[in-house]
């Protein structure tokens, strides 16, 4: 049954929606924020009314790029009157706005933390975004432990400003598909899931998978899903790294993949690697166990926080140790099965749900602040 609405307005950054995991972010957390309040998006008018939750909604076009001039330019005159503007990533206005108070949401701070991923004049601006993001907004949400211990290092932000939500991933939607893959992948696969950015770290899956003997190689192709091109700093190396050891023969691109398809390639893999050097959360992970897929992640980070018992890690620094651990898991059947029922009790205790609920009484505090005053 849906909730009454209540009076409290709440403006929403909502540009990001088809953003790989901002987009989930906020494709699962906005349609229950909706039934609490009364939502104003700023984002594409043709994406968003795409979206069977918006309709009723308000929603101000607004599609200028993130992280430009001409956005922060431009936030005061978009944002309406309201009680609290909700960015949902580190890209908060630095001007004044007509939001009585302001929410930002903060991943992580990779863009600070791996200084030498970008150029200079990107450091600056970004730390400039992550700072002021921080001393204008009254409260930050993150979504692990080891974000928020991030944030503490690298910003001036405060303790008591930073609230923890853990992600959520939608268990039905990736245990149960009944839809038909439209397009062929290979017969057995090693997948993973992610961009091309060098703090991915896919250059070291590639290696671990050059050295893995022929007859397991032959056996198992290297599914790589997400875009391969399009980003602003793409690990360029990568591809250099495959045709210098032809390895396109093994390697399975799928591109862009439309969201109903996803679950289907998950669950048709036969061993799931995340070899990131940094991750806020690494939802990635959540979704793999929720498809019934054996686990192997990098250690690093907050990848363990998430993945608890129910995954086994290596060092993303080393390549051998990931090539021995493919094999052990290709070649014992009995191992994956393990991860895998370790795998769907761990993602059951992260749902959309519980975060949707946990961000509504984050808003509500705050906004109870701003128009009683309360401490």
Same mark, same amino acid.
């Given at each position: 049954m849906k909730k009454q609405i209540r009076k409290e307005d709440l403006v929403v950054d909502a540009r990001m929606i088809n953003s790989s995991g901002i987009g989930t972010y906020l494709k699962n957390i906005l349609p229950i924020i909706s039934e609490n309040f009364n939502l104003t998006l700023l984002g594409d008018l043709k994406e968003l009314a795409s979206f069977e939750w918006t309709k009723g909604l308000?929603?101000?076009e607004f599609n200028l790029k993130i992280?430009?001039?001409k956005e922060q330019l431009l936030y005061p005159f978009i944002i309406p009157k309201t009680d609290l503007f909700w960015c949902p990533h580190f890209n908060a206005p630095f001007l004044p706005t007509r939001a009585r108070k302001m929410l930002t949401t903060i991943y992580d701070v990779n863009h600070l933390a791996n200084k030498e991923s970008s150029s200079f004049a990107k450091w600056i601006y970004a730390k400039l975004l992550y700072a002021l993001a921080v001393r204008k907004s009254e409260k930050i949400i993150t979504i692990s432990k080891f974000s928020k211990a991030e944030l503490l290092k690298y910003t001036n932000a405060k303790t008591k400003k930073i609230k923890i939500v853990y992600c959520g991933v939608d268990f039905a939607k990736f245990a149960n598909v009944y839809q038909n893959l439209e397009y062929e992948v290979p017969e057995k696969y090693i997948l993973y899931v992610g961009n091309i950015k060098p703090h991915k770290n896919?250059?070291?899956?590639l290696r671990a998978y050059k050295i893995l003997p022929e007859n397991i190689k032959q056996?198992?192709?290297l599914v790589i899903l997400g875009k391969k091109e399009g980003f602003i700093t793409p690990d360029l190396e990568i591809f250099k790294f495959i045709e210098e050891h032809s390895l396109m023969k093994y390697i399975f691109f799928t591109g862009y993949v439309e969201d109903y398809e996803v679950p289907l390639i998950y669950q048709k893999a036969s061993l799931f690697v995340f070899p990131s050097l940094y991750e806020g959360?690494?939802?990635p992970v959540l979704e793999a166990m929720a498809s019934g897929v054996p686990v192997l992640t990098s250690n690093a980070t907050s990848l363990s926080e998430v993945g608890g018992e129910a995954a086994m890690y290596f060092d993303p620094t080393n390549f051998n140790e990931l090539s021995v651990k493919? /094999?052990?898991?290709?070649?014992n /059947?009995?191992?994956g099965k393990m991860y895998v029922r370790k795998g769907k009790l761990q993602a059951k205790r992260f749902s959309w749900e519980t975060a949707g609920k946990r961000h509504i009484e984050i808003?509500?505090?705050l906004i109870n602040e701003s128009t009683y005053g309360a401490a």
């Open positions: 308000k929603i101000i992280y430009s001039l896919l250059l070291t899956l056996t198992y192709k959360f690494g939802l493919i /094999q052990e898991f290709v070649l /059947q009995e191992l808003i509500d505090d």
